[in-house]
């Protein structure tokens, strides 16, 4: 009976009436055959055959096609769910990540690119009604991923960010914000958010990034900046060794604060400062509750009587009754 409903599970108390049809047979058991008074029955001893000890079974098959019609008045089925979601409002978002060599300190643990990395698959993992593309920049900018709503790819592409000589090390903050406006600027969605993250300030590019900020709000683009970094000190990369390992001394935390607030004010966004990996993941979780989706969701019930089949047991029962007591036990009655 397992995903089996009742459409009309009231029915079962009908059930009731079967102890009172057990009773009524019992009371009138000895009036379902003729009788014949004589003075003496030594002449019909072991006339007792099975056939006449299975006749008060006619009882019992009458009991079990009430209890099929019961059960098929109740109506039995089972159903199957499918879901589909149609996304009425939907967001395109692109993340601006800064892949610098300051992204390896250690005051996140183990480092502020690898938190970032955790924190930014899991923003994805939640986002999957909306299309998600990344940029990644240093002194200078790149597309990693064109806005997609595959998540597959997007989450492929975090993984493998990482620091390396592809960009040139520096803060280009203007670069960043440019080239993620430029993968929005002509995208149809109802709205379009930039996540743009850095842990430095701005000291490379030939893209200011007040006139970066200005395109965002020419084209409706909200963009919520995020400072990464603890207050005060933290281990940086200063050198690389021989065996190429990085080397790390205690340096002053810079973020340009008034810089990042000023782009989140200017396009209607919002600025966060993430100091520890606790407090990142708070952040990217109040941008995913700020940005919400909304869905529409259609359920589809598909039914599946199983009535039936007790129906016709029941009818099977009765003519079955019927049958011997108009052949085999005729004589009976």
């Known amino acids: 009976?397992?995903?089996?409903?009742?459409?009309?599970?009231?029915?079962?108390?009908?059930?009731?009436?079967?102890?009172?049809?057990?009773?009524?047979?019992?009371?009138?058991?000895?009036?379902?055959?003729?009788?014949?008074?004589?003075?003496s029955v030594e002449g019909f001893k072991g006339s007792n055959t099975l056939l006449v000890r299975l006749k008060p079974f006619l009882g019992v098959l009458r009991l079990l096609a009430l209890s099929?019609?019961?059960?098929?008045?109740?109506?039995?089925?089972?159903?199957?769910?499918?879901?589909?979601?149609?996304?009425?409002?939907?967001?395109?978002?692109?993340?601006?990540?800064?892949?610098?060599?300051?992204?390896?300190?250690?005051?996140?643990k183990p480092n502020r690119m690898e938190a970032l990395k955790r924190v930014a698959a899991d923003f994805v993992d939640q986002r999957p009604n909306d299309r998600i593309g990344l940029v990644v920049y240093a002194s200078e900018a790149y597309t990693k991923t064109p806005v997609t709503s595959d998540k597959a790819i997007i989450s492929e592409a975090i993984k493998s960010i990482k620091y390396d000589n592809v960009l040139q090390d520096?803060?280009?903050?203007?670069?960043?914000?440019?080239?993620?406006?430029?993968?929005?600027?002509?995208?149809?969605?109802?709205?379009?958010?930039?996540?743009?993250?850095?842990?430095?300030?701005?000291?490379?590019?030939?893209?200011?990034?007040?006139?970066?900020?200005?395109?965002?709000?020419?084209?409706?683009?909200?963009?919520?900046?995020?400072?990464?970094?603890?207050?005060?000190?933290?281990?940086?990369?200063y050198a690389v060794a021989p065996n190429g390992q990085f080397l790390f001394q205690m340096m002053k935390v810079e973020i340009d604060e008034q810089l990042m607030k000023s782009i989140a004010r200017k396009t209607d966004g919002k600025y966060f400062r993430a100091t520890s990996n606790d407090k990142l993941a708070e952040i990217y979780a109040a941008i995913n509750k700020?940005?919400?989706?909304?869905?529409?969701?259609?359920?589809?019930?598909?039914?599946?009587e199983k009535f039936r089949p007790f129906v016709w047991f029941a009818g099977?029962?009765?003519?079955?009754?019927?049958?011997?007591?108009?052949?085999?036990?005729?004589?009976?009655?």
């Open 316 to 333: 099977f029962l009765v003519l079955l009754e019927i049958g011997l007591r108009n052949t085999v036990y005729k004589s009976f009655i």
């Open 68 to 108: 099929s019609l019961i059960v098929a008045m109740a109506r039995p089925r089972t159903v199957d769910i499918s879901n589909k979601t149609k996304t009425t409002k939907g967001i395109d978002i692109v993340m601006a990540i800064d892949v610098s060599g300051s992204m390896l300190a250690k005051d996140l």
């Open 170 to 237: 520096g803060t280009g903050i203007g670069m960043g914000l440019a080239t993620a406006v430029n993968r929005l600027k002509d995208s149809k969605a109802k709205s379009k958010v930039i996540i743009l993250l850095t842990d430095g300030v701005n000291n490379a590019g030939f893209i200011e990034p007040e006139t970066a900020s200005d395109i965002a709000k020419q084209y409706g683009i909200k963009v919520y900046t995020i400072g990464i970094g603890t207050n005060g000190m933290a281990m940086f990369p």
């Open 1 to 39: 009976m397992e995903k089996i409903t009742f459409l009309n599970p009231e029915f079962f108390w009908l059930f009731l009436l079967i102890p009172v049809v057990v009773v009524w047979l019992f009371l009138k058991r000895n009036h379902q055959s003729a009788t014949l008074k004589i003075s």
């Open 290 to 304: 700020l940005e919400t989706t909304e869905i529409q969701e259609l359920k589809f019930y598909d039914y599946d």
